[in-house]
């Protein structure tokens, strides 16, 4: 895939993971701020029903103070009484009528309460329509029906005073706000109330009058400054007409850890969501890169194999070609030193195709180690051995530092030779000079340690981060004669592991590179 096709698709994928990102993070603001205006709405809600049960609470307590007598109501009443009303040319005068009928009797009885406001006091009188006179000669059984109606009267009389009085004492308190209520009965109910709308979380309450600027009542003095800021109130006896107002205001502390409580199923699916949303594109482009990097190397792997079997193969061509030759066969030597070639060549050949062989079984874990006990200084002397002609031809030296008190190790001898014989070339192929390579063998707590070390150019921390990738080619600079397909360090570091061992690099450009193979020992093994 092209470079540019890939920015368009992970810009394209960018763009659709931010939008649908912001879509979440909107759908989930919004279904906060949708909750926190139901929460407080239901907190309102219940606030004001608590203040209208106190304030029938308080007019049923006030009648049954009134009330010293019991009255059998024998008037039914056939109107609701009329709202309070200006009188004409009173501007602080207002009338509250109300007409009782008597079903026995037949007649009715008018009453109209009046309340005078002059200078913030209010006073409430009750009077009685009189009763028209009877100018028709009365018989003695009218005469006990009028007796009985004035008695009636009486009643009805002092039922209005009673009622008056009841009016002045709800309408116009002279009692403190506190006197009013039960701060205990006002706990329960602001429970009773939070708990039926689903508010089941502790809060702090308190009675605050506006006007002094300080709280008549209040449960829980550590929250007198974020009840002063709550917005959570309403009118305590909203219906008085005069008289200080009160406000009935409630906090809670927890209020956000329970909105949470309620959302939390939403906010986690959204947030998991939105997880795999990420994960899966970090995991797509990464994919891509990778891809991209693996074509890139395969295609140079290509190119790299194509040159190396082509090399062997043009040169056994080339001497097949001379020994059909007759001139060439009479000169003497010729025909050996040809056939030696074509030997030569062709175990190169055989030596390249199974190193692509020996890295396909690695990937495919078909490969099977004969295990035995060996000598590590051994499998390094025939690692040199097979080295050092490649080094001598470059005037090259390879110094074994042997400081190792146990060498046995547990493991493959073809396998363990070959690491050692790959890590020796590299050494002597990325040495610009003439190579100087180290071998050193030394012993750690349980381990065998191998180091191989040279002069060579080098290597940057990026380059040793990739050392180890199967087709990844270490830059050379300047130096163009380093041939391979990239696959000798993949292939050191699988069989390494596979003897349950470990290798380490330390290089920096320009001072050369050290790999450090660590072996368990036999005997730590046994």
Known sequence: ??????????SLMSVALLGLIGFQWYWIDSVIRANEEGFRRDVVDALHTVTEKLEKQEALYVFNQSSSWVYRQQYQSQTRPKFWQSK?????????????????????????????????????????????QIQEPVHEDQMLRLRQI????ERATKKSEMVVQVLESVLIPERSVMSRFNPAQLDSLLSREFNERGIDIAFNYGVISPMRQRFTLINNHDSKEELEKSELK????????IGEPNWLVVNFPNKQQFLLRKIWLTMTSSGLLILVIVGSFGYSIHTILRQKKLSEMKNDFINNMTHELKTPIATISLACEALSDTEIKQIEGMRERYLKM?????????EQVERVLQMAAIDRNDIELKLDILNLEDLVERAVDKTMIQVE???GTIRIIDNARDKLIYGDRTHLINIIVNLMDNANKYSEAAPDITVRLFNRGSDVNLAIQDRGIGMTKEAVSHIFQKFYRVPTG????????GLGLAYVKNMVELHHGSIQV???????????ITLPLYNAKA
Request: charged residues 20%; hydrophobic residues 35%; without cysteine.
């Open 1 to 10: 895939m092209k470079r540019s096709r890939i920015v368009w698709v992970v």
């Open 506 to 516: 330390d290089s920096e450009p320009g001072n050369g590179s050290k790999f450090t």
């Open 393 to 395: 031809a470059r005037s």
């Open 234 to 241: 309403a009118s305590l006896f909203p219906n008085d007409l």
């Open 88 to 132: 004409p040319g009173q501007s602080n005068s207002y009338v509250f009528s109300d007409t009782v009928k008597s079903d026995q009797m037949g007649f009715n009885i008018i009453f109209d309460f009046e309340a005078t406001s002059n200078s913030g006091y209010l006073e409430l009188k009750a009077e009685q329509q009189p009763l028209q």
């Open 150 to 153: 004035e008695e009636q009267m």
């Open 342 to 350: 074509i030997s030569e060549e062709n175990s190169r050949l055989g």
């Open 478 to 485: 300047n130096v163009h004669n380093v041939k391979g397909f």
